[in-house]
C-alpha cells in the first residue's frame, strides 16, 4: 500500500509521499476559459497549475485560483472548510502524489479542538474511491482514480512530534521524545494548537486549540492598509509581502515592517500567556517544541517570552511541512511495519483513530 500524508492546512494544503513534498494556498475558485494558461515566458510549475474535476465540478486550486478565478473561495471557518474545501484540496494533492488505482493509506490530521466534531465526516469524505479529472496546462485531460483504501486522522501537532522522533523508515530514532514530557505548540495561519505528550502518553488537560493563528497579525495589517489605501486586501495575499517588509497597492509603496513587528509581538504575547495558563501544572515539561509556520514566523517574539528549553524548526526546512512528515512517518510506522504504537490518552485509548 502506498502512503500519503495530507495536511489541509487554513492557509496552506500540505502533502507528501517521502519522495515528493507539494505546498499550495488553500484557495478554491471556479475554473474558467483561459487562453494562455501557463507562464508568459515559458513554463510554470505544474503544481501552481492545478485544475481539477471532482464528482462532476471543474476547480482552479491555490495560486492558480488566487491568480485566476474570477469567483474565489478561501474561508477560515471551520464548518465551511470541513463540508467544502477539506476534500476538493486534499484530492487536488493526492493527484499530484499518487497514480491512479494505486491502494494507498492516508495519513491526516485535524486540529485538536475540531478533531472529535470533525474526525468521522473527515474519513466519510475522504475514504475510497475518488474518479477526477486533472486538466494541464496545454489543455491535456487526464483522468485518474485516487484508491483511498484507509483513513487516518491524528491530531495536528503530534505530526512534528512523530517528524522529530521517527526516521524515514517510520522507526523511532530521537527516544528521548519517547521518554521526555514534551509540549508542542503549533501555531499555523487560523489555529494555534497547544498539546502535551508525557512520555507519549497525550495530555488532554494540556491541550487546546485557539484563534491566535497569523491570520489576527494579517488582519490587523489588512485593517491599517484598507484606512490607507481603501482597498480591501485579502488575508491570503499578504503572506509574500509580509515577508518581503512593503506592499505595492496602486502604484503607492507602503511599509510593512514595523507594522508587522508591531502585531507579530502582540500576537506572541497572548500566545505565551494561552501557554502560561494552559501549561501552569505542567511545569515539569522537559522539552518545547515550536512548530508550524507561524510557529517559525513568530519565533523570533515567542521564544524570549516563554520559559523552558525550546526546540525550534530547522531553518533550512520549511516550517510549514512539519507536521506532514511527522503524519508520513506515522503511516510509514503503521503499515509497512504492522506495529503501531501511537500516543495514548489517559485511559488507555488510541486517539489515532
Ligand atoms: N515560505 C512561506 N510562504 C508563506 N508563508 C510562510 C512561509 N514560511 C512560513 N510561513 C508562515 O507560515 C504560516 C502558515 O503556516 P501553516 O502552513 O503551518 O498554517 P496552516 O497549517 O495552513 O494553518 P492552520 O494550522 O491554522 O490550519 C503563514 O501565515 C506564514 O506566516
Ligand atoms: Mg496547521
Not at 21 to 32: C, R
Request: proline share 3%; glycine share 10%; net charge neutral.
Amino acid at each position: 500500500m502506498e502512503i500519503l500524508a495530507i495536511d489541509t492546512g487554513f492557509g496552506f494544503t500540505k502533502a507528501t509521499n517521502n519522495s515528493k513534498s507539494i505546498i499550495f494556498k488553500s484557495i478554491l475558485g471556479e475554473s474558467t476559459d483561459i487562453q494562455f494558461k501557463g507562464g508568459i515566458l515559458g513554463e510554470s510549475s505544474p503544481d501552481e497549475n492545478i485544475h481539477i474535476e471532482i464528482d462532476g465540478q471543474s476547480y482552479f486550486i491555490g495560486e492558480m485560483a488566487e491568480r485566476q478565478s474570477n469567483v474565489r473561495s478561501f474561508t477560515l471557518d471551520q464548518a465551511q472548510f470541513f463540508a467544502a474545501h477539506l476534500k476538493p484540496l486534499a484530492l487536488a494533492a493526492a493527484s499530484r502524489l499518487s497514480g491512479s488505482f494505486l491502494p494507498t493509506g492516508l495519513i491526516t490530521g485535524l486540529p485538536i479542538g475540531y478533531f472529535r466534531a470533525y474526525r468521522e465526516s473527515v474519513i466519510k469524505a475522504l475514504q475510497g474511491d475518488h474518479k477526477i479529472v486533472l486538466t494541464s496546462l496545454s489543455g491535456k485531460r487526464e483522468e485518474k482514480t485516487i484508491r483511498i483504501n484507509e483513513v487516518k486522522v491524528i491530531p495536528q501537532p503530534f505530526g512534528s512530534l512523530f517528524n522529530l522522533m521517527m526516521n524515514d523508515l517510520g522507526e523511532l530514532g530521537e527516544k528521548k521524545y519517547v521518554h521526555e514530557k514534551i509540549g508542542i505548540i503549533d501555531v499555523g495561519f487560523k489555529t494555534s494548537d497547544f498539546t502535551v505528550a508525557d512520555k507519549m502518553r497525550y495530555s488532554e488537560r494540556g491541550s487546546k486549540t485557539t484563534d491566535t493563528g497569523i491570520s489576527k497579525a494579517f488582519g490587523m495589517i489588512a485593517s491599517k492598509l484598507h484606512e490607507k489605501s481603501g482597498v480591501n486586501i485579502e488575508l491570503y495575499r499578504l503572506y509574500d509581502a509580509v515577508d518581503k517588509g512593503s506592499i505595492k497597492i496602486k502604484g503607492k509603496e507602503y511599509d510593512l515592517k514595523g507594522p508587522t513587528d508591531a502585531v507579530f509581538s502582540q500576537l506572541a504575547a497572548s500566545i505565551a500567556s494561552e501557554v502560561d495558563r494552559l501549561w501552569t501544572d505542567d511545569w515539569d515539561i522537559d522539552t518545547i517544541v515550536l512548530t508550524g509556520g507561524g510557529g517559525a514566523a513568530l519565533a523570533k517574539h515567542l521564544q524570549p517570552l516563554i520559559n523552558g528549553q525550546i526546540v525550534a524548526v530547522d531553518p533550512g526546512k520549511d516550517p510549514r511541512l512539519c507536521n506532514v512528515k511527522g503524519y508520513w512517518k506515522y503511516g510509514k510506522h503503521l503499515w509497512s511495519r504492522g506495529v503501531a504504537t501511537p500516543p495514548t490518552q489517559d485511559n488507555g485509548e488510541s486517539t489515532a483513530g
